[in-house]
């Protein structure tokens, strides 16, 4: 029988690529029956007992009764699962828009709140601009045609009840 991979490809000490033929009976072919993954890994030595039974099949009985207390993973539990992360990652990603959308409302109120600012100094300057006396005086007496008294501004203290008579008198005489 033939060795399993062949010829061997491997370089000399002069460094050229050779091909080194092994014979037959140099290796033995079970060392080299292909095996997969699983089985390579797998495998352990087999120990014997006082009693002849080997370790392997000892512990293969334990794990075959242990499987069968455990509850293996069913599909059923797998959906359930993903569907509760799922659920988890609509509800995160739907938290995230909403605090988004709640910190592009904040921005623009507090945008406005600067625009009302700015206008309610611009209408303050325009009160304080718009009240000074010297600038009233002025349209008074250039477009009212008004003429600045020479006496001073006083106070008259009136009394309701002769303010209404001096009233009823004013009509009467008025009247005739």
Not at 100 to 121: H, T
Not at 127 to 154: C, F, N, V
């Amino acid at each position: 029988m033939s060795h399993p991979y062949g010829t061997i490809t491997g370089l000399d000490y002069a460094g050229k690529k050779k091909k080194i033929m092994i014979p037959e009976n140099a290796v033995s072919t079970d060392k080299f029956k292909p095996r997969t993954k699983y089985e390579k890994y797998s495998e352990q030595p087999e120990i014997t007992t006082k009693s002849g039974e080997s370790l392997k099949t000892k512990e293969k009985t334990k794990k075959l009764s242990a499987a069968k207390k455990e509850s293996p993973v069913t599909p059923i539990k797998l959906f359930a699962v993903f569907f509760a992360l799922a659920c988890l990652m609509i509800i995160w990603i739907w938290e995230t828009n909403y605090v988004r959308e709640g910190l592009l409302e904040i921005e623009k109120l507090k945008d406005a709140k600067m625009e009302l600012e700015k206008a309610n100094e611009s209408i303050q300057v325009d009160i304080t601009r718009l009240s000074d006396y010297q600038r009233i005086e002025k349209i008074a007496a250039d477009k009212l045609k008004m003429i600045p008294s020479k006496e001073k501004p006083g106070v008259i203290f009136i009394d309701a009840e002769k303010a209404k008579s001096l009233h009823e008198t004013q009509k009467t005489t008025i009247e005739p």
